[in-house]
């Protein structure tokens, strides 16, 4: 779980995983530099917390460095996920070298109804996950495709894109819940638009390191 001044958000989503921690399951938090509490909330409530250089590719490689399972689940900090998650996870793996959850966004706005129906469609259709989908891939797999690559942005769908050609992935209908916390922040429908924006010009070429900088700008 790659976190950033997630003191907000941390506890709840690290309580939700505690009835899976075990000598067959771990909880990795890497954080990427906070200073708010964000590690000293995630210390009681993890089996390990270390430190990387910002940015979620990063970090997510730091964690699966050190992870000693065979599976690995890509988890964001401001994630709900259901109790079946697990179980359904594994079952996934038996058949499938890496999959996703759907995704439902936390917010009551109609709106964000139909954007979390577009992003599961979308990505059933064409075969690409997002973070917020919680990805998650035998460790082989990862490994065969060099890992997360190391941009500032559009990680997740460049991951994908390199697992597809391994197989196709599970598409899980277990819903994960997201924050919406960026849609309402910044206006659902502006949010919309800078998404999309930024998948074109990623698509045309345009640095992810200039990317990260219009998103995380807003």
Known sequence: MPTLN???TIFATLLALQPWRGPDCEVIVV???STDTTREQ???LADRVITSSPGRA?????????????????LHADTN???????????ALRDAGWGRFDVRLSGGHPLLRVIEWA???????TGIATGDQGIFVRREWFVRVGGFPGIDLMEDLVISRRLKRLGPSACLTDILEASSRRWERYGILRTVWLMWSLRLKFALGASPALLARHYYRG
């Open 81 to 91: 996920p259901p109790r079946t998650a697990l179980p359904a996870l594994r079952a």
């Open 119 to 125: 992003m599961n469609r979308r990505s059933r259709w």
């Open 31 to 33: 954080d990427g530099g």
């Open 58 to 74: 990063r970090q997510m490689n730091a964690g699966a460095t050190v992870a000693s399972g065979e599976a690995l689940w890509f």
């Open 6 to 8: 997630e003191g907000g």
């Open 42 to 44: 995630a210390t009681p």
